[in-house]
């Protein structure tokens, strides 16, 4: 049975009850969890969150979280075995909180473990809500051509055939992989990884500020955001010792250790590859990009899945603050930057990145950097009308 659309949001006046959204996250304390919780409520939702915690991560299950919450458990980077168990147990859990799994208007859950633990919650729901699937990543087990991934795709589908609508950053995520792959032919909404601002004005460098690196100086070539890329520190650190003292890499955000297990080891083998650790977001991106004359954006994690299909979030804020990307040709996000925020290089290769580096004067990124800051805000910055958009249209559709 498809589930009554969503009901439409106060609209000057004329309806006083806001739209109560449930959203499901598998980590309370992820940053970009934490960002669109605060967007859905800045832009009228009343905003409830069932999460979990990844690695048990904070002093609590409600540290830091400032909107009504129900803790789900914990989960640990990388134990498929362990996720799983805690799916099964968040959702045994579920009749413990019937009370407050009540009255919504819509559902969204945030990737496929919490797709299923919101379809067993929205089971109990009456009327039951249409449910939203927001997907920002294909994780590698989808696409894995054997047993295991065939397992996995085929729990997908059946959950999606639960789903009244899908919420992607990427179109190459349906193209590439719902329609073709899983069949997918219901509603779908485009809600790319902008920066969250909020919905009053912020501060964006004027073009005119912008003046050329100064004779002599290194290139500073940044990557900013999840450092969780093995192949991305590996080509940005041969890089930086070809290069020598002619670039610096400066790499700022909170490292995966998981999936960099060697990076310790390789700041100290490059004087010139610097690691300056986590920021405050969003109030420390301003001073990062106006650091760096250009920044690394291509994701190579899952090459020829999902690191080709989707668009991060560093296209959007190196763009905003006037700083260009660098990506691969060819790929999703390749042909976001080529399209005037930066440069792309044929394969990602180090010969290739080194060849884009060296012909690249001062006054070429001067410009780039002038011409990016002219462009309007919202090709980099999410509205409110997007994020209302992303979850009422498609349920308008059904």
Same mark, same amino acid.
């Given at each position: 049975?498809?589930?009554?659309?969503? &009901?439409?949001?106060?609209?000057?006046?004329?309806?006083?009850? !806001?739209?109560?959204?449930?959203?499901?996250?598998?980590?309370?304390?992820? +940053?970009?969890? *934490? !960002?669109?919780?605060?967007?859905?409520?800045?832009?009228?939702?009343? $905003?409830?969150?069932?999460?979990?915690?990844?690695?048990?991560?904070?002093?609590?299950?409600?540290?830091?979280?400032?909107?009504?919450?129900?803790?789900?458990?914990?989960?640990?980077?990388?134990?498929?075995?362990?996720?799983?168990?805690?799916?099964?147990?968040?959702?045994?859990?579920?009749? &413990?909180?019937?009370? &407050?799994?009540?009255?919504?208007? @819509?559902? $969204?859950? !945030?990737?496929?473990?919490?797709?299923?633990?919101?379809?067993?919650?929205? /089971?109990?729901?009456?009327?039951?809500?249409?449910?939203?699937?927001?997907?920002?990543?294909?994780?590698?087990?989808?696409?894995?051509?054997?047993?295991?991934?065939?397992?996995?795709?085929?729990?997908?589908?059946?959950?999606?055939?639960?789903?009244?609508?899908?919420?992607?950053?990427?179109?190459?995520?349906?193209?590439?992989?719902?329609?073709?792959?899983?069949?997918?032919?219901?509603?779908?909404?485009?809600?790319?990884?902008?920066?969250?601002?909020? +919905?009053?004005?912020?501060?964006?460098?004027?073009?005119?500020?912008?003046?050329?690196?100064?004779?002599?100086?290194?290139?500073?070539?940044?990557?900013?955001?999840?450092?969780?890329?093995?192949?991305?520190? /590996? *080509?940005?650190?041969?890089?930086?010792?070809?290069?020598?003292?002619?670039?610096?890499?400066?790499?700022?955000?909170?490292?995966?250790?998981?999936?960099?297990?060697?990076?310790?080891?390789?700041?100290?083998?490059?004087?010139? =590859?610097?690691? =300056?650790?986590?920021?405050?977001?969003?109030?420390?991106?301003? &001073?990062?990009?106006?650091?760096?004359?250009? @920044?690394?954006?291509?994701?190579?994690?899952?090459?020829?899945?999902?690191?080709?299909? =989707?668009?991060?979030?560093?296209?959007?804020?190196?763009?905003?603050?006037?700083?260009?990307? @660098?990506?691969?040709?060819?790929?999703?996000?390749?042909?976001? @930057?080529?399209?005037?925020?930066?440069?792309?290089?044929?394969?990602?290769? $180090?010969?290739?990145?080194?060849?884009?580096?060296?012909?690249?004067?001062?006054?070429?990124?001067?410009?780039?950097?002038?011409?990016?800051?002219?462009?309007?805000?919202? !090709?980099?910055?999410?509205?409110?009308?997007?994020?209302?958009?992303? $979850?009422?249209?498609?349920?308008?559709?059904?």
């Amino acid at each position: 049975m498809i589930p009554s659309p969503v &009901r439409p949001l106060a609209v000057d006046g004329a309806q006083t009850r !806001r739209t109560r959204l449930l959203f499901f996250g598998f980590d309370a304390s992820e +940053p970009s969890h *934490i !960002r669109r919780i605060r967007a859905y409520t800045d832009c009228g939702f009343d $905003v409830s969150a069932a999460t979990m915690r990844r690695d048990g991560q904070g002093t609590g299950p409600d540290t830091g979280v400032f909107w009504d919450n129900i803790h789900l458990g914990t989960t640990r980077h990388a134990a498929m075995g362990q996720r799983l168990s805690a799916i099964a147990g968040a959702i045994a859990a579920l009749p &413990r909180h019937r009370k &407050r799994l009540s009255g919504f208007d @819509v559902i $969204v859950a !945030r990737n496929l473990d919490m797709l299923a633990i919101a379809t067993a919650a929205r /089971a109990m729901m009456r009327p039951a809500p249409p449910l939203i699937y927001e997907c920002l990543d294909i994780h590698g087990l989808m696409t894995n051509p054997g047993r295991k991934g065939r397992v996995a795709r085929a729990f997908e589908r059946r959950l999606l055939a639960r789903t009244s609508a899908l919420i992607v950053s990427s179109p190459a995520f349906v193209e590439r992989y719902f329609a073709p792959l899983q069949g997918w032919s219901g509603p779908v909404a485009l809600l790319e990884n902008k920066l969250w601002l909020g +919905p009053g004005p912020a501060f964006r460098p004027a073009p005119e500020a912008v003046k050329p690196r100064a004779q002599g100086d290194p290139l500073v070539l940044g990557w900013v955001g999840a450092l969780r890329c093995a192949r991305s520190l /590996a *080509i940005l650190a041969e890089t930086a010792r070809r290069l020598g003292d002619g670039i610096e890499v400066r790499m700022h955000g909170i490292v995966h250790r998981h999936a960099l297990p060697d990076f310790d080891a390789t700041l100290a083998a490059n004087p010139n =590859l610097r690691y =300056l650790g986590p920021y405050a977001y969003p109030d420390g991106l301003a &001073r990062i990009y106006a650091d760096c004359d250009l @920044v690394w954006s291509q994701d190579l994690w899952q090459w020829g899945t999902n690191s080709t299909w =989707l668009l991060p979030n560093r296209i959007y804020e190196a763009g905003y603050y006037g700083c260009p990307s @660098v990506a691969v040709a060819g790929t999703e996000t390749g042909r976001r @930057v080529g399209d005037g925020l930066g440069w792309t290089i044929p394969t990602p290769s $180090v010969d290739e990145l080194c060849a884009l580096l060296t012909r690249l004067d001062a006054p070429d990124i001067a410009a780039r950097r002038q011409m990016l800051l002219s462009r309007p805000d919202s !090709r980099f910055r999410q509205t409110c009308a997007e994020i209302r958009a992303a $979850v009422e249209q498609p349920l308008t559709r059904l």
